[in-house]
């Protein structure tokens, strides 16, 4: 490859880095978030809330999420009827329960049978929630929804793998990503997104994260290959996956993060090339600071100038998340290192819980759904203060109606114009239309996420949907009823034309026309 990877030595070049900051505590991180800032912080701003997103706030009536017509009245009929129907299956738990088990079973490993599985997949779920099996088909889906006034946050779906081979072709698949949004009508991709698990052998990150939070737990536990970063734990932040030192990593071990790292900043490279932005998609708690780490010291690396192109992931239903996204961005903002986020509430809810149990300690997740709306509104609060004072970006990922409609009328309040560059609304291609929809007929810009690759590839992506996602799409019906009524709407209409073409007053005005 032809990117060379950067030691700790000649990144200590670079202006305004403090090596520091590879072994600080969160006190003297809080000391270093409390400098340069405009505002002139106390020494206790870090941990200052922001404004909370509250519902009595809402001034603006900027969404309207009842008239089924206009949010629905564009996707044809057939469309709307397969939407509805997948959307049905989907917010089935026996139906999904049964499904999951026949794709882990050995029921696939008989290739008729799944030949004729994935086929029923690809013209059903695959259909619905991805983009294509291929980038032609990729291309086309961002095409049709950019008619419609969303752009599209490509996504090469692979993931966790194991050796060096496999991430290689893996990094093609991502800069295939960059080429495919390069090639498309200006502005109807806003991101590239990207995981680290499909580029970094999934045992190193784990190896990573255990160094990365030893170290956070002694300072002088010495990391010789860290490159500088920002912070990545918080007071809050749950150590028990590391409970005794880990070892040093081994030289073929350092020899393949050194290539992980290559392999990244070939990423970011081609990104800044292109000028496209690219977020790295957050994982489970066991290699998350892992995915921190490169995510962070590539951030030093390429956002400049007030340009945010690399944007990492909060997960909101942590109960560290607001905290972490507090120290991470004061502390980017005092080194004049722009920062993005994109905000989610998360994805791993069932394996986290279960973690925990096993280890004997809390879950890291919030202890009640509430909990986690009031962490994701305050974390999308924060940032969009920070939009509105000209610093960072955001990407709001929310399938929540209601804190949909917080952010907005926080962002009309703030006097953040709509169309800005740096605030964009984001939800799961298939899922959450009515929002999407409201949010761009409120005049945000709006993205959908779009997986792609061949069916069989994809499938842990559409598996984990299935599972992380029943609760909301069973309790969160709105899509399926709004769908409901236009499509009640369109066969009264349908009925009401049949009815008075047979009517014999219609039939003489006809005859008498010709």
């Known amino acids: ?171 093609e698949g991502f800069l295939g990503s960059v080429e495919l949004a390069k090639s498309l009508p200006a502005s109807s991709v806003s991101f590239v997104i990207a995981k680290i698990t499909a580029i970094c052998p999934i045992g190193l990150l784990k190896r990573v994260s255990d160094l990365l939070r030893w170290q956070y737990k002694d300072p002088s536990f ?24 880990p070892a040093p990593l081994s030289p073929k071990e350092e020899s393949d993060l050194q290539l992980a790292h290559q392999r990244l900043l070939e990423l970011c490279q081609k990104c800044v090339q292109d000028n496209v932005a690219l977020t790295i998609d957050a994982e489970d708690t066991s290699i998350q600071p892992a995915i921190d780490y490169f995510t962070y010291s590539s951030a030093i690396m390429y956002n400049q100038d007030g340009n945010p192109i690399v944007f990492g992931t909060i997960q909101a239903y942590l109960k560290d998340a607001k905290e972490r996204l507090f120290v991470t961005t004061k502390t980017a903002q005092s080194l004049g290192i722009p920062m993005g986020f994109k905000l989610v509430r ?85 899922m959450s239309e009515a929002l999407s929809f409201g949010l761009r007929n409120a005049g945000f810009q709006v993205s959908k996420y779009l997986p792609y690759g061949p069916v069989a590839m994809v499938m842990p992506y559409l598996l984990r949907r299935a599972e992380e996602n029943r609760g909301l799409l069973s309790t969160s019906s709105l899509d399926s009823v709004l769908m409901g009524k236009e499509l009640k709407r369109r066969l009264k209409k349908l009925q009401f034309a049949k009815s008075e073409m047979a009517s014999p007053s219609s039939m003489k005005i006809e005859i008498g026309t010709h």
């Open 222 to 245: 010495y990391l010789p290959w860290k490159l500088n970063t920002l912070p990545i734990f918080s007071d809050s932040s749950a150590l028990y996956h590391t409970l005794e030192k």
């Open 1 to 171: 490859m032809a990117t060379k990877f950067l030691s700790p030595k000649l990144l200590n070049t670079f202006p305004s880095f403090t090596r520091f900051l590879n072994s600080a505590s969160t006190a003297s991180l809080a000391a270093v978030a409390s400098l340069n800032f405009d505002e002139k912080p106390e020494p206790a701003a870090v941990e200052k809330q922001p404004t909370s997103l509250k519902q009595e706030s809402i001034t603006n009536a900027t969404l309207d999420l009842d008239d089924h017509q206009r949010l629905f009245g564009s996707i044809p009929t057939l469309n709307l009827l397969r939407s509805s129907a997948n959307l049905g299956l989907a917010a089935n738990e026996r139906f999904v329960d049964f499904g999951m088990w026949i794709m882990n079973s050995r029921l696939m490993e008989t290739s008729l049978v799944r030949d004729a599985i994935l086929k029923a997949v690809r013209h059903t779920f695959f259909q619905h929630f991805c983009a294509g099996e291929t980038t032609e088909e990729a291309a086309d889906c961002v095409r049709r929804i950019h008619d419609k006034g969303f752009r599209g946050m490509l996504v090469y779906a692979v993931e966790h793998t194991s050796d060096n081979a496999g991430c290689d072709r893996n990094l």
């Open 346 to 430: 998360g994805a791993y809810m069932s394996s986290e819980s279960k973690l925990a149990s096993l280890l004997g300690y809390d879950s890291p997740i919030h202890n009640s759904i509430q909990e986690t709306h009031a962490c994701y509104n305050d974390c999308a609060s924060f940032m969009l203060e920070r939009i509105a004072d000209g610093y960072g970006a955001v990407v709001l990922a929310t399938h929540n109606v209601e804190s949909g409609q917080l952010a907005a009328s926080k962002a009309c309040d703030l006097g953040i114009q709509k169309g800005n560059q740096k605030l964009e609304f984001a939800q799961l291609y298939g």
